[in-house]
């Protein structure tokens, strides 16, 4: 009981500190592309009124950087404490993409972010394009080293368990940076933040125009704004397909939870909208339960996107759970999926397999060691199986996970339609007429609506992916470390103050400046 | 050194130009930084192994955590 409010109390810390950080992160990384394609049709065109539309939307991407900046840094020192386990078992692994990060971020940051806003009049107005172009580029490279850590969790490869020290070393680096998880994790993070920032230019844009004020710079705005989000948005549908495919591959699990399929078949159908039976739960008590109340599907869409096969099999929650299903891996490798019990099995010979490994060495019996070590890389795939305690504790919350990813896939939808309608009516002259006004504030209530799905994301890829921390090889109930839940709690509250100060303080000067508009 | 010190001064003359939205964004961050540094980092997140003077030691209290 103790060690489950622990566990929780350090996840909610974690998810609330990371749902912050990201507040702040898609905005910047895509603002910045953003700036850059305006300050470039100032130095191509020499219109004074783009570099004005330059500088205005730069104090905007400075205070949101400002406010973002270091905010993942507490994440960091929840590591550290809250999950030392975990952060000691993944050993080089995170820590080489995090430094490379951070030396990167320091290095392109401190130099291309100072010329762009102290270089106006200093430098060539060549030499400030490539400097605001630089920026642009290093907060995304930024991203690339936290997302390859990311992915590598979710899929962990290119790594050894060394078992004289209980830390995963990295064997093929170049395995680990072009996983396919990552590489599609990357692309569909930063196309988010692209839309994001889109969005979010649409809308200022909108209040300026419902205000009668700034309309030129307002409209040129959303139409460098409308057209770099639908293209982005092509991108991010693109790649949400790619991560479905590779959930599917990787997680299945995570796939069953976003889809609330409790028993899989051939010609699975993708829900498009349903709302969840609160009394389907997984295994024989719920057997007779229907997984929904309400439901609109796609006939065998769920199985094309899993398998590429409108005929291909999908495992539902109890599938995978019982195991005895054929299943072909993200590698091409086809064979018969074990059950729950059988990779408990697994894992706790290889769990057992450690501990003797470390007896043999103490007692300098080297045969013996020989013996664990083969025992425990045999089974080392399952490691993690050890500490899950009941089949059910494998299943991620199913009702978080189906409703984030359908309100995501849902809010996706409707900026196709928000993006294609300000094109038309900008490019057809209707948006400053007065019985257009609807369009406007419907760029305007977009931005919580892009908000909303971006985090949505994260709750999919995070939420879906429990109780792992490192997918089959560490759930969240050995990486926590040992520290008193009340400690936890206190920190949890402080950070809540903090952010809630911090955002305030933000919407504040954001808000502010956006009144002042374009001086 | 010609090239430092210009560097120097593109840096100094940039701070002290600084418009007031710049000065208040600088203030957010460096306090945001003490808070993190100087109070969170300081009280409230110790690493959990630093109790363990050497790699060797946190390796076994690590062990000893997964095998328990």
Redesign the interface.
Known sequence: MLLTTLVDLSRWQFAVTAMYHWLFVPLTLGLGFLIAFMETRYVMTGDEFWKRTTKFWMKLFAINFAMGVATGIILEFEFGTNWSNYSWFVGDIFGAPLAIEGIFAFFMESTFFAVMYFGWNKVSRKAHLVSTWLTAIGTNLSAVWILIANAWMQYPLGMEFNPDTARSEMTDFWAVVSSPVAINKFLHSVTNGYVLASVFVIAVSSWFLLRKREQTLARKSIRVASVFGIISLAVLIATGDGSAYNVAKVQPMKLAAMEGLYDGSEKAPLVAVGVLNPDKVPGPEGADEDPYLFEISFPSMLSYLATRQADGFVPGINDIIEGGYEFTDRQGNTYVEPSFYEKKARGTAAVTALADYQAAKEAGDTLAMGQAKAMLEQNFDYFGYHYVEEPEDLVPNVPLVFYAFHIMVALGMFFILLFVLFIVFEWKNLIVREKHKWLLWLGIISVPLVYICSQSGWIVAEVGRQPWTIQNLLPVNAAVSGVEPGNVLTTLVIFICLFTAMLGVEISIMLRQIKKGGE | MERLRKIWL??Y???R?MSS??R???V??LL??F??FAI??VF??????SDCAT?AE??RT??E???K
């Not at chain 2, 409230?44 to 192994?49: D, H, I, K, R, T």
Request: glycine share 10%; no cysteine; aromatic share 18%.
């Open positions: 593109f840096y003359e940039g701070f130009g939205l710049g208040t964004l600088w957010v961050v945001k930084l808070i993190m969170l980092r409230f997140f110790q690493p959990a192994l790699d946190k390796s690590v062990i955590n997964l095998t």
